[in-house]
């Protein structure tokens, strides 16, 4: 079954430290990765996306994911913390061979930034 | 940028009521879909339209239903709420093939 885990509910770092949420997958062919957050009560936001090409991506907020195809893995990563990151992230994935669109979701991890 | 609303943001409503849940977008998409999310569960999906009447079940889609009549409405229905239906509810809309969705705000329902 075509699936995406994130292996950590939550992730604490301190401001200005680096982060990572890890994602990984496991969907057959060469898919579509994307990393939305969500703010509380709110809908879903988009933060970059790899479709092709290099593996680093670079994407909204100082955010970059890297894609590693060896690994099936798509981690989220940025160099300096800041207290307004801490939300709840999603990594998501499309089979390339969806022809809908449908979106896997993992079950999102929750980043604390601390002062 | 493509704007899409879910026109309630929170939603009480009792056990057995006939719910509904609006989505509207603002262009002509035509991939609309519905999720839930739950804590620990991330989004799953409830049902998807690919065009007007069009549309097809997700991954739950068990005491729900949905209507397109319009291209830029989707609703959700719920035919007789019931207390674990109370949830995060998603609208999305893919813009084209190599992107991803666009969310509505979300409703949170709560069916007491």
């Known amino acids: 079954a075509q699936s995406v885990a994130q292996p950590e509910d939550q992730v604490n770092v301190a401001e200005g430290n680096p982060l990572t949420v890890k994602c990984t997958y496991s969907?057959?062919?060469?898919?579509?990765l994307f990393w939305y957050v969500q703010y509380p009560n709110r809908g879903l936001q988009f933060l970059l996306k790899?479709?092709?090409?290099?593996?680093l991506v670079k994407g909204s907020y100082g955010f970059e994911a890297e894609f590693n195809k060896s690994q099936t893995s798509f981690h989220l990563k940025k160099p300096s913390a800041l207290v307004s990151d801490s939300a709840l992230y999603f990594c998501?994935?499309?089979?390339?061979?969806?022809?809908?669109?449908?979106?896997?979701f993992g079950q999102g991890t929750t980043l604390q930034v601390k002062p | 940028d493509v704007k899409v609303t879910q026109s309630s943001r929170y939603l009480v409503k009792r056990t057995g009521e006939k719910v509904f849940l609006e989505c509207v977008q603002d262009m002509d998409h035509e991939n609309m879909f519905w999720y839930r999310q739950d804590p620990g569960l991330g989004l799953r999906l409830i049902y998807f339209?690919?065009?007007?009447?069009?549309?097809e079940k997700g991954d739950i889609p068990e005491g729900y239903s949905v209507s397109r009549e319009k291209k830029e409405r989707f609703s959700l229905i719920l035919e007789s709420a019931s207390t674990n239906q109370t949830s995060m509810y998603l609208c999305a809309i893919r813009r084209d093939i190599s992107n991803g969705y666009t969310f509505g705000s979300g409703t949170r329902l709560t069916v007491v």
């Open positions: 998501a994935v499309r089979p390339h061979s969806s022809n809908t669109g449908k979106l896997i």
């Open positions: 790899y479709i092709t090409g290099d593996n």
């Open positions: 969907v057959s062919g060469n898919p579509y």
């Open positions: 339209s690919y065009d007007v009447k069009m549309k």
